[in-house]
């Protein structure tokens, strides 16, 4: 089993529903992100929580709202997505979030939106 | 520009031999290099981590090397195994404030029998 668990690993949604994706981590740490990764393109880094606060979001768009109420748990609230927003949203852990913890990555939710 | 590019974009060799995948780096200043390996479906997994001092670290059958005044990487696979199909990504971090922590696009690798 996985740290990092991810649900739903599917989902499909038209533009104008609301869905949140959810991250929990077994591990103990600290730090959590949301990475978006598109086909043949690097994963992109969302968002960074530390001891539950915020403290990175690289210029996402608002209709990606992000949740973090303790330190174990991360949401990602969608909202009037564009389809060009499909993509494998991936989560992640580390020990905390400084550069040489490695990331613990969940197996993501693979996101369509028709 | 901070940026990573990894050589061959997809590879496809025969179970059994051997293969190397290439990371080219501009990040700047550095402070460490990662590889990861993400199969099919699952999200990537730490293979290795490279500071500056070091030339060469293994891992099983995985083996990196960092040449750190070229700015490069490989990752050099043993004996393949069908299991190792999948992707391949360097991942490398500047020490500097905030998170820079930049993503190669990968390598595809598919071992046929």
């Known amino acids: 089993e996985t740290g990092v668990t991810q649900t739903p690993r599917h989902l499909v949604m038209g533009m104008t529903n609301k869905k949140s994706l959810k991250c929990e981590q077994h591990?103990?740490?600290?730090?959590m992100y949301w990475y978006k990764q598109s086909a043949k393109k690097p994963l992109e880094l969302m968002f960074v929580?530390?001891?539950?606060?915020?403290?990175e979001n690289n210029s996402v768009p608002s209709r990606f709202s992000p949740e973090c109420p303790n330190s174990s748990h991360l949401f990602l609230h969608l909202h009037t997505l564009q389809p060009e927003d499909s993509a494998l949203y991936l989560c992640?852990?580390?020990?905390?979030?400084?550069?040489?913890?490695?990331?613990?990555f969940g197996n993501g939710t693979r996101l369509t939106v028709t | 520009k901070n940026q990573v590019e990894q050589s061959p974009q997809s590879l496809i060799i025969l179970e059994g031999k051997n293969c190397t995948l290439q990371?080219?780096?501009?990040?700047?200043?550095?402070?460490?290099l990662r590889w990861y390996k993400q199969d099919t479906g699952r999200g990537p997994v730490s293979l290795t981590i490279?500071?500056?001092?070091?030339n060469t670290k293994s891992n099983g059958r995985y083996t990196a090397t960092l040449d750190a005044d070229t700015k490069q990487s490989s990752l050099h696979i043993t004996a393949s195994q069908l299991s190792d199909s999948a992707s391949y990504i360097c991942?490398?971090?500047?020490?500097?404030?905030?998170?820079?922590?930049?993503f190669g696009a990968g390598t595809r690798l598919f071992v046929k029998a």
């Open positions: 490279m500071t500056f001092s070091e």
């Open positions: 991942v490398v971090s500047a020490s500097t404030g905030g998170f820079k922590t930049i």
């Open positions: 929580y530390s001891l539950e606060e915020r403290v």
């Open positions: 992640a852990s580390s020990q905390d979030p400084g550069l040489d913890s490695p990331l613990h």
């Open positions: 990371c080219n780096y501009t990040v700047s200043p550095f402070s460490n």
């Open positions: 591990l103990g740490h600290n730090a």
